[in-house]
Every structure is written in C-alpha cells, then in structure tokens.
C-alpha cells in the first residue's frame, strides 16, 4: 500500500487563499478574514457584480441619472476632502465631474 492517508484529510482541509489559515473545505466563507470560498457562492457574487455593473452602465447611460450621480459624488467629495477640488481640479465644472469619478 502506497496511498498515504494524508491525502484523505488534504480532501476536507484547505487553505484560505487570502489569510493562509487552514480551513474545512466545505465552509463557504473562511471564519477568520471572510473570504468566499464555496465555488457556487464565489459564482453567484460575482454574478450579482456583473448585473450590478450592468445596471449602472445602464444607468449611466441615462443623462438625468449620470448628472445627478456625478452631482451626489461632488458633494461627498466636497464635503468629506474640501481641499481636492480647488488643488488639483481648477478646471471648468464639466470635467471637473469626471476627474472625481477617475479618483473614485
Ligand atoms: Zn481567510
């Protein structure tokens, strides 16, 4: 008999990818940072990612929506970094708008 049985517990052992700590493998989120590890969940989040882009790239499209997006962004960035905007965005207020959503 060559078959070790450490590769039994290797079956139900694995490591987390992130915080390196040994972990069952069929718990779906690592107990210690949190990181999805179930396959089927990790799939499903980052299907809801891609509608969630996709919804906002609609959105986005969408010159009432994209105006008032930009305009909520501008006054959190106003109100929580006063200083950004008159340092490194002297230009006009249109393209001020996109400079923030490229820091964002
Ligand atoms: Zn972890």
Redesign the pocket.
Known sequence: MDKEPKQRISLTLTK?P????A?SSDVQF?P????VLDQKTAVGLEEERIEADRLMDLLMKDEEVKTLFFQKLQEFYNSSQPHIQSKQLPSPKRQETTAIFHVF
């Open positions: 987390c992130r915080c390196d700590k972990i690592c210690s940072c949190g990181m």
